[in-house]
């Protein structure tokens, strides 16, 4: 019952609780709703994003996997365009049922984070099939925390790291989440490129990277 209970109050807490971190974008407000929705990344990593995105809002924002942070990013975007990309059909069903507000898609990476390798060498196969609603349009901001990329079975996040390179805008951002391993690290200094780095936010979760474009 006392779980029951929990569980309520954290649901109706949820929404509140972002709108008032859009209002009031304070560190202690994002790491409660950082608690209060189960994010991953750390409240000093949503706390950096959030600030880039408010400061551009409504923006076009381009998300690389769904998640417990879904919702956040988009009311945190209000009156933009928020689009999600996800692989996983299950995480899909799952997220999008428990949000119906957001708008996301279905996409096939086809790869393998084995094939880093040869797939660096290669660029033209990082070239993949995006819905007509991502692809043609520059996107003021990109999130890269997908997809999965924890051992040689997984897609590895070789395809979204380079698709961001070329979908973001020329004054836009792109942030890369698990920088601290090696094929996130070596696709985002080839792809992103070390001069446009803005900042580096080091958690025991995964570091993050912003990457800042200059305009033309």
């Given at each position: 019952?006392?779980?029951?209970?929990k569980t309520v109050i954290e649901k109706v807490l949820v929404v509140p609780s972002i709108k008032l971190a859009r209002l009031w974008p304070v560190l202690p407000l994002v790491a409660l709703v950082r608690l209060l929705n189960g994010i991953q990344m750390s409240p000093r990593q949503l706390h950096h994003i959030m600030k880039t995105i408010t400061g551009k809002s409504p923006c076009r924002?381009?998300?690389?996997?769904?998640?417990?942070?879904?919702?956040?990013?988009?009311?945190?975007?209000?009156?933009?365009?928020?689009?999600?990309?996800?692989?996983?059909?299950?995480?899909?069903?799952?997220?999008?049922?428990?949000?119906?507000?957001?708008?996301?898609?279905?996409?096939?990476?086809?790869?393998?984070?084995?094939?880093?390798?040869?797939?660096?060498?290669?660029?033209?196969?990082?070239?993949?099939?995006?819905?007509?609603?991502?692809?043609?349009?520059?996107?003021?901001?990109?999130?890269?925390?997908?997809?999965?990329?924890?051992?040689?079975?997984?897609?590895?996040?070789?395809?979204?790291?380079?698709?961001?390179?070329?979908?973001?805008?020329?004054?836009?951002?792109?942030?890369?989440?698990?920088?601290?391993?090696?094929?996130?690290?070596?696709?985002?200094?080839?792809?992103?490129?070390?001069?446009?780095?803005?900042?580096?936010?080091?958690?025991?979760?995964?570091?993050?990277?912003?990457?800042?474009?200059?305009?033309?």
């Open positions: 019952m006392r779980q029951m209970l924002l381009l998300v690389f996997g769904v998640g417990n942070d879904s919702i956040f990013w988009s009311l945190i975007n209000r009156g933009g365009k928020t689009l999600f990309l996800e692989d996983n059909p299950v995480w899909f069903e799952k997220i999008t049922g428990r949000s119906p507000g957001i708008t996301a898609c279905l996409v096939d990476y086809a790869t393998r984070r084995k094939d880093w390798k040869e797939l660096l060498e290669t660029p033209a196969r990082l070239e993949f099939s995006l819905p007509p609603m991502v692809g043609g349009q520059d996107w003021d901001i990109i999130v890269v925390d997908a997809p999965a990329g924890y051992d040689d079975n997984t897609p590895g996040r070789m395809k979204s790291i380079y698709m961001a390179s070329k979908l973001v805008k020329k004054s836009g951002d792109v942030f890369v989440h698990d920088c601290n391993r090696e094929i996130e690290d070596i696709y985002c200094n080839n792809f992103l490129g070390k001069d446009n780095l803005e900042r580096e936010i080091k958690a025991r979760i995964g570091n993050l990277r912003h990457y800042h474009f200059a305009g033309n």
